[in-house]
């Protein structure tokens, strides 16, 4: 009797010819190809009205765009770049001031020091102390959400970085968009020209010098209301430490970047060193009036004592008047005025002169 062999001969029923057929090859071969033709536009620099994004403004203006090697930088957030004058610290160290850099992003995490690290390494290639501003409000994991951060990951993150976004919403949304660039590759006509032409150095960034004294005065970002001086100043204190302390939980991500730039730093034999800058007098009141501020402050800086490779330094100044500052040195809580800058940026100097000099 002969066996019955209709189970292993039995074709594959047309429905699924239908979906695994020649069509669906061509249609995956077409998806891949366009997304590897997108990739080359996603880390492009955005324009708004003011000028080059924050981070995109960094990366070329201080960094592609310099014919002089940065020898010593600043990494760091806004409290940074208002707070740190480098020629400044270059003139209190008597090196020349033109190696000296302010590499600070508007708006930055540890995950754009990261990013503006890995992106032009050979333009760092001659870094000898690396001055990284301990922030506490950016290392907050509820940060991740923030429409500046989620620019920058959109266009920089690896799949594993954006794993490691919270809440799930975000992370779905990155994931989504390194599978399929949309959002960071997509460019106004304005944006897209201003790509082409190709600014010379010296042209106004963002933001504009004059607006130095003024941190953030008028300041557009996407989907976001402008900030004005007035409103910045009036916050209240309460409110700005909660921000900063308020139920505070270490984001994976920007833990993920900062350790990431430390064993960099160590790798290339760049002293590193850390420093916390001053807040207002109130507002660094009201963080230890309250028990849930103190208590996130402390988690920050068990945070902080963690970090491996350690630092040759470490200068935490929160409170003004350690640095000789006051209310009036400030433009806003949490930012520096041009005089504070100064004030601030010397007191550092002085501090670090043999941690930079030797």
Known sequence: MTPDTSSSTTPIPFRIHRWFGKSAWITLAVFILGRLALEPLRALPMYDIRGMDAYGAVENFQLRKQDTPVKIGFFGTSQSVWGVISDEAARM?????REVRNLSIEGGTPFGMWSLIRRNEELLSGLRVAIVEVNPFVLRQSLDADQRVRANLAQHATLYERIQV????????????WLLPVRSVRRSLYTATLNVIDPAPGNPIYPWPEKRVTPMADWKAENAMAHTEKGRKLIAPELAAKRVLGHWKLSALQDHAFRKSLEWFHAHGVKVIFHELPVHPEVYAAMHDDPDFRSGNAAFLRYVDSLKPAPVACILTPNPAMCRLAAEHMADRTHCNELGARIYSRYLAEKLKWDVVE
């Open 93 to 97: 160290w008597g090196v020349p001031e």
């Open 166 to 177: 919270r809440p799930r919403s975000e992370r779905m949304g990155h994931l989504v968009e």
